[in-house]
């Protein structure tokens, strides 16, 4: 896919995926990178597995590779989202495939070592953005700090007893969550999805909660939601409209889980977002980038390089 932004784009010359933006409500998914979020401003909730965390403003959080994360906010914020290809980590450090990082900052006092992580991420971003001349050199020296970092600080030592989700799980949870994406605007049943995969209902219901941390409607839901999202943003299709284009049964159905979620109605949040930026929705499968609207104000970053300068 095409993003619109340069920065966000993972490549030789500048591995990384990068960017800060408002989000509203990503559904659960995974990639072969790892992630850091860092919120600069507001508070969002971050599901990780069956876990879920509150994140405040300067709250830092990695996510490890193909661990299954959805994010959600009923409130204005705004994240930074660096993520680190596992395939560039590799080069550098070979072990990297069998190794787990806890980065958690919100669970600690001592924050020394988180923000010397902040600060490699603010001078990450700057320097993606500014392009000086060989600004890539300088990525990739940044790049290899947080990698450092990392490893001599936030690595787990018992990570053989952290659940980690098998190639051939992957491979079933792809196939299962693009059927889900292709059919979401259908009156689409457990029944069905477990047809495809050749599998009972009620083990694809152990398993869907198992491997997503929720379960298959929750998921199909949150599906429908994202897409509802960025139809009640960039489009001007009345409610009742979108309700359908979304696959939801109804309209009072639709009322009912938006409200649950956001806490305001579908007419009342596309009234009150109208200024604000759309959050990013994946473009398909769990292991498929985004559309991104990037917020461009730099500010929020700054404080994290005048804290490293008084260190």
């Not at 960025?230 to 009742?240: A, S, V």
């Not at 959050?279 to 490293?308: A, H, I, M, Q």
Request: charged share 25%; proline share 3%.
């Amino acid at each position: 896919m095409n993003y619109p932004y340069e920065s966000v784009v993972v490549n030789e010359e500048v591995p990384v995926f990068l960017l800060m933006t408002t989000v509203k409500y990503v559904a659960m998914h995974w990639h072969d990178r790892i992630e850091f979020l860092l919120v600069l401003k507001g508070k969002v909730r971050v599901y990780v597995g069956r876990e879920d965390y509150i994140l405040h403003e300067n709250d830092l959080l990695l996510i490890n590779s193909n661990e299954i994360h959805g994010v959600e906010s009923d409130e204005d914020n705004t994240i930074l989202i660096v993520q680190i290809p596992i395939s560039f980590m590799k080069k550098c450090y070979k072990k990297i495939e069998q190794e787990r990082f806890k980065c958690q900052s919100f669970l600690h006092e001592n924050q020394q070592q988180f923000d010397e992580i902040r600060t490699l991420l603010t001078q990450l971003c700057l320097t993606v953005k500014e392009k000086k001349e060989s600004y890539d050199l300088k990525v990739h020296s940044f790049l290899l700090d947080i990698i450092y970092h990392l490893v001599t600080n936030f690595k787990v030592k018992n990570h053989h007893e952290l659940k980690q989700t098998s190639k051939k799980n992957i491979e079933r949870m792809n196939r299962i969550t693009d059927y889900i994406e292709k059919n979401y605007t259908h009156p689409l049943t457990l029944d069905e999805v477990a047809e495809t995969e050749q599998l009972t209902p009620p083990y694809l219901s152990r398993y869907f909660q198992q491997h997503m941390g929720q379960t298959f409607l929750k998921y199909l839901n949150g599906i429908r939601l994202e897409h509802a999202l960025h139809y009640l943003l960039e489009t001007d299709l009345p409610i009742i409209q979108i309700a359908m284009e979304c696959g939801f049964t109804n309209l009072n159905t639709f009322h009912k889980l938006f409200k649950d979620t956001f806490h305001t109605t579908p007419y009342q949040y596309r009234k009150n977002q109208t200024k604000s930026f759309p959050t990013p929705r994946r473009n398909r499968e769990g292991t498929e980038g985004y559309e991104f609207v990037e917020e461009s104000d730099l500010r929020y970053l700054y404080k994290y390089l005048e804290k490293d300068k008084n260190r």
